[in-house]
Nanobody
Framework: QVQVVESGGGLVQAGGSLRLSCAAS????????MGWYRQAPGKQRELVAT???????NYADAVKGRFTISRDNAKNTVSLQMNSLKPEDTAVYYC???????????????WGQGTRVTVSS
């Protein structure tokens, strides 16, 4: 019922920056946590960063100090500012929202289709 769409991926040189955006849509009653995950070729999907509705954040060690997650509760959006990008950051990045719609009695995870980030060396 709640849909999520990512944008902002692309090709960037090592050391550069990208900003990913994610928008949740639908008859949203509330959203608990939102987050970004990524999956590199041949690897498992891993958590990148999460943020609660109150603004509490959590980052993977690999991106700590380089990435910043933020959200706009009024717009149901979440962003990921990625600085000092490394080739190891190359992956498809997925947005997640733990959301409840007006029609759902419980919170459910909504996943986007992903946006590709490629960091060249």
């Amino acid at each position: 019922q709640v849909q999520v769409v990512e944008s902002g991926g692309g090709l960037v040189q090592a050391g550069g920056s990208l900003r990913l955006s994610c928008a949740a849509s639908g008859r949203i009653f509330s959203i608990n946590a939102m987050g970004w995950y990524r999956q590199a070729p041949g690897k498992q999907r891993e958590l990148v960063a999460t943020i609660t509705s109150g603004g509490n954040t959590n980052y993977a060690d690999a991106v700590k100090g380089r990435f910043t997650i933020s959200r706009d509760n009024a717009k149901n959006t979440v962003s990921l500012q990625m600085n000092s990008l490394k080739p190891e950051d190359t992956a498809v990045y997925y947005c997640n929202a733990e959301a409840r719609s007006y029609y759902s009695p419980t919170y459910r995870d909504a996943w986007g289709q992903g946006t590709r980030v490629t960091v060249s060396s």
